[in-house]
Structures are given as C-alpha cells and as structure tokens.
C-alpha cells in the first residue's frame, strides 16, 4: 500500500508542479461544469478521466477487428501533465488487441 500512495503522491505532485511551471490550470474535469479549473488537481480526479475507456474485439468471419476509444483532449493533457506521450496509449491498446486476437485462436 505504501508504493501505491507513492505513486499516486507523485502524478499528483508532477502534475501540479507542471501546472505551476505552465501558469496554466487544468480545465474539463469537473461533471456538470466543463469551464470549471484547477491549478491543483488530485490524482483520483485525474484518473477518473479515463474512466469508460474500451477494448473492444470484434469478430466477423475470418476477420478480426479491435476498437480501441479515442482519447479526449483532456485525457491527452493529462498525459502531457504527467510526462507521458499519448503514444503510450496506443502501444498499450496495441499490445492488448494483439494479445486478445492470439488468446481467440484455437
């Protein structure tokens, strides 16, 4: 539990720290209040921006297909926040869709 609470202290702290460094506030988090910033966002509201993203495989014949969600432009300023290149996203829902096609073959 100890390296769980480090790191979620760390995305928080990076991100607020870059933030700070930007002059700038992260907008879209708020539900109901899209305008609504802050210059000091926890963790958790970052992480439940990514909440309903999907994987989905698809089969249809011979062929198969994986969708993966788009990220939003908020998803993809929190992951400038944190140092990460949305890039990551895509490798990661690449290695998945590839794992999930060869775990569907007989």
Known sequence: MTIGLRVLTLLEFGARRQLHE???KLVGRYPGNPIRATARPTTELMLRAF??????RLSAGDGKHVHLTPLTPVQQRILELLDLSSTIYLRLAQHCSELLLNLSEP
Do not use: C, D, I, N
């Open 22 to 24: 930007e002059g700038q």
């Open 51 to 56: 909440e309903g993203l999907t994987l989905t």
